[in-house]
């Protein structure tokens, strides 16, 4: 291949790690996590661990497959994606029952004979804030592997030689951790903004993001398990 075809193939690698960064279901994801995040530079790390985990699985298939000469089954590759629908319920279904239990309410009371209306949240008591970035890592991680499959396809269509593949699969981890450690930033900034305007504007907010999350990890795993055939594979 000439140094300038392979040149413009590597770099075509970054722009499509960049672009794989922003799939639907990666923007789902990593929304969930930073939805609880009060800060953009949490939110970056959250997007830049993501990332960094999503290039690791990569390169381990990658050199697998490319060095090693494993072939990946239709039925693991399909399972994997399965997996990413479950990861994205796992990651919604708090937020959501964080939403049913903390949101305000009405609750009637009696006191002497005379009943009265006063609001009530069940969020009142002091929560654990968790700080390591192993969610966002391993989930990074699932996605990485979820999508191996497709891009290794494409790294022997358009490499000539294992060095060119790797390089190509490292551009294009690269390109994924930029993408997401911008776009998680922006993602935290409606997060930020309503938790300093409103606890329950940014408990609603959550919610929302969790709903979005359980419904798209059902609609994928349906995807996969009927539309794809994972279920009816031997």
Do not use: C, Y
């Amino acid at each position: 291949m000439p140094e300038a075809t392979l040149l413009s193939a590597v770099f075509l690698g970054f722009l499509l790690g960049i672009k794989h960064a922003l799939d639907a279901d990666h923007i789902v994801a990593v929304t969930t996590i930073v939805s609880r995040s009060r800060s953009l530079l949490r939110s970056v790390l959250v997007g830049l661990t993501w990332g960094a985990g999503h290039t690791m699985a990569l390169l381990v298939v990658g050199f697998g497959v490319l060095v090693l000469k494993l072939t990946i089954p239709d039925k693991l590759a399909l399972s994997m994606e399965f997996v990413v629908g479950i990861v994205l319920i796992l990651l919604g279904v708090p937020l959501v029952r964080r939403l049913v239990r903390d949101r305000v309410h009405l609750h009637w009371h009696r006191h002497g004979g005379t009943g009265h209306l006063h609001t009530h949240s069940h969020g009142d008591t002091p929560q654990h804030d968790h700080r390591h970035l192993k969610k966002p890592l391993l989930v990074g991680m699932v996605h990485g592997l979820a999508g191996s499959g497709a891009l290794i396809l494409l790294v022997f269509s358009s490499m000539s030689s294992v060095p060119q593949g790797m390089a190509f699969l490292l551009l294009f981890g690269i390109g994924s951790i930029l993408g997401m450690l911008l776009f998680s930033g922006i993602i935290g900034l409606p997060f930020k903004f309503t938790a300093g305007v409103s606890a329950r504007l940014n408990l609603w907010v959550q919610g929302i993001a969790g709903a979005v999350s359980v419904v798209f990890g059902l609609f994928i795993m349906w995807q996969v398990g009927f539309v794809q055939g994972l279920f009816f594979l031997v």
